[in-house]
């Protein structure tokens, strides 16, 4: 079976996400989402929560600025607590699309991914072991 995934290391998603300040990662899962759509089995990465995700990682930093001079505050966007909970809403459906797609590669793959990485790492170790089983052409 020839899988379509391009070939790319955890370590690019990584500094992409970090010089995108996040807005990455649901366009990487969308990639992803492509190629697992062509997959034989009926479990797919859920559009919706990856659209959702692009709008929260888009408005996010917008909501989380904060200046401070001498350890005062000066200037906040974070009004009532907007920025922390869409940071907490953003993160949870990381977890949630992490978790879905470590269910569609164990069954395409026959294999056991670790539950405590894919928490903790998500997109990060699902693409190095996309790369290790095989899937990087």
């Known amino acids: 079976m020839s899988d379509n995934f391009k070939k790319q290391s955890w370590v690019s998603v990584l500094l992409l996400s970090l010089i995108t300040f996040g807005i990455y990662i ?5 990639k992803i989402k492509k190629i697992t759509d062509t997959f034989p089995q009926e479990k797919k990465l859920n559009s919706a929560l990856i659209i959702i995700l692009m709008i929260v990682s888009f408005i996010t930093p917008f909501f989380s600025i904060n200046l401070s001079l001498s350890g005062q505050n000066v200037f906040s966007t974070n009004v009532y607590g907007i920025g922390t909970i869409l940071n907490i809403v953003r993160v949870l459906i990381i977890i949630f ?5 470590r269910s569609i590669l164990q069954s395409q793959y026959s ?4 539950p405590i990485l894919t928490f903790f790492l998500g997109p990060l170790f699902l693409q190095h ?6 899937g990087a052409k």
């Open 26 to 30: 649901p366009f990487w899962y969308k």
């Open 97 to 101: 699309l992490s978790f879905s797609l």
């Open 111 to 114: 294999t056991e991914l670790n």
């Open 129 to 134: 072991k996309i790369s290790k089983l095989g």
